[in-house]
Nanobody, 122 residues
Framework: QLQASGGGLVRTGGSLRLSCTASGLSFSAYGMGWFRQVPGKEREFVSVISATGTTWYADSMRGRSTISRDNAKSTVYLEMRFLGPKDTAVYYC??????????????????WGKGTQVTVSS
């Protein structure tokens, strides 16, 4: 299971750190990703970190977000800065194995968290 937390209401320009804690899986063996979804749109990739620490970011988040993981705590983090209204969405964490591009495409995602709402007010 994946349990995401850290969402909330923040003003434009603010920051948030999302957390996702895993249980029941060998966390260190999985690539961990963050995705987001707004009503009426498809779920989109935000960021991913491989089991060995390689990181990828969506163009929209590159330079203002940082993904990290703590294998000892089975937790992945997503720190987001300079948030704007377009970042408003439900954020989901995911765990997968295989090439990062397959996790990004969601083909290789084995587990999904329930999501945490991020709302950015203008």
């Amino acid at each position: 299971q994946l349990q995401a937390s850290g969402g909330g209401l923040v003003r434009t320009g603010g920051s948030l750190r999302l957390s996702c804690t895993a249980s029941g899986l060998s966390f260190s063996a999985y690539g961990m990703g963050w995705f987001r979804q707004v009503p009426g749109k498809e779920r989109e990739f935000v960021s991913v970190i491989s089991a060995t620490g390689t990181t990828w970011y969506a163009d929209s988040m590159r330079g203002r977000s940082t993904i990290s993981r703590d294998n000892a705590k089975s937790t992945v983090y997503l720190e987001m800065r300079f948030l704007g209204p377009k970042d408003t969405a439900v954020y989901y964490c995911a765990a997968g194995q295989g090439p990062l591009r397959s996790i990004v495409r969601q083909d290789a995602v084995a587990y999904w968290g329930k999501g945490t709402q991020v709302t950015v007010s203008s």
